[in-house]
């Protein structure tokens, strides 16, 4: 028997809530989700198709030094995408750093300003919910 039917949310730690707000908002799109209640810290719910990446303004108890180069080597969580050439170009305006897959998917792996592993998946038709 499953028990898991999907992914609802992945959370993030961020040291800068403003900082991390224009990398997932203004680079990669994500719009947040009024709808986040106050747990006595700072953070935001982003969107991202039926799913949610949650930012969470608090002490990150991992290294943010010293970690891998390429974040498929890393702890990291995955997002489909409709054209990795447009984020490629978001990427490169925004001065951000990537590496691509080396399984020769098209797919390319870069990191938040704090340090987390991103992966992004270009598929043909992006899946709901």
């Known amino acids: 028997m499953e028990h898991c039917l999907s992914l609802h949310h992945a959370s ?7 900082r991390a707000l224009v990398f997932y908002g203004n680079v ?3 719009r947040v989700d009024p709808a986040r209640p106050d747990l006595g810290f700072r953070g935001a719910w982003l969107t991202v ?34 054209s990795l ?15 691509l897959s ?8 870069c990191r938040d300003p704090d340090g987390n592993a ?3 998946i270009e598929v043909a038709e992006v899946p709901v919910g």
């Open 118 to 120: 991103l992966e992004f």
């Open 102 to 109: 080396k399984s020769g998917r098209r797919a390319l792996f």
């Open 12 to 18: 993030v730690i961020v040291a800068d809530l403003k």
């Open 28 to 30: 990669l799109g994500m």
């Open 49 to 82: 198709g039926g799913q949610q990446v949650h930012l969470l303004e608090l002490p990150n108890p991992d290294p943010t030094q010293g970690r891998p180069a390429h974040g498929g080597r890393d702890r990291h969580f995955a997002l489909t995408i409709r």
């Open 85 to 99: 050439d447009a984020l490629r170009q978001a990427l490169d305006a925004a001065g951000v750093a990537y590496t």
